[in-house]
């Protein structure tokens, strides 16, 4: 069993910056790939950026491809999203995911946080 709590969420005006944090806690959780996603309202459940187990291979969604970065220290159990020069469409609930695998796929992670609200205004 793996628990994920994201934080670092929050309103910022375009072209700010935000870090996101997700902190995990359970058995083998260093094993487990992350991502992160994002939900806006209406909308379904995205993509945003992976990384695997050992930080050795990451992967990022086009729309955000540039401008997000994300990273992980095992050693804190601590998967991280640092996003800058945020636009108004960045506006979502942000979640983390483990997955024992890779995928871009919601359907395919295997636990998820509760999320943090991101909000960027022009």
């Known amino acids: 069993q793996v628990q994920l709590v994201e934080s670092g969420g929050g309103l910022v005006q375009a072209g700010g910056s935000l870090r996101l944090t997700c902190a995990a806690s359970?058995?083998?959780?260093?094993?487990?790939?992350m991502g992160w996603f994002r939900q806006a309202p209406g909308k379904e459940r995205e993509f945003v950026a992976y990384?695997?187990?050992?930080?050795?291979?990451?992967a990022y969604a086009d729309s955000v491809n540039g401008r997000f970065t994300i990273s992980r220290d095992n050693a804190k159990s601590t998967v991280y999203l640092q996003m800058n020069s945020l636009k108004p469409e960045d506006t979502a609930v942000y979640y983390c995911?483990?997955?024992?695998?890779?995928?871009?796929?919601?359907?395919?992670?295997?636990?998820w946080g509760q999320g943090t609200q991101v909000t960027v205004f022009s």
């Open positions: 995911a483990a997955i024992r695998g890779s995928s871009r796929a919601p359907s395919q992670y295997d636990y």
């Open positions: 359970g058995r083998y959780v260093s094993m487990y790939a």
């Open positions: 990384i695997s187990w050992n930080g050795g291979s990451t």
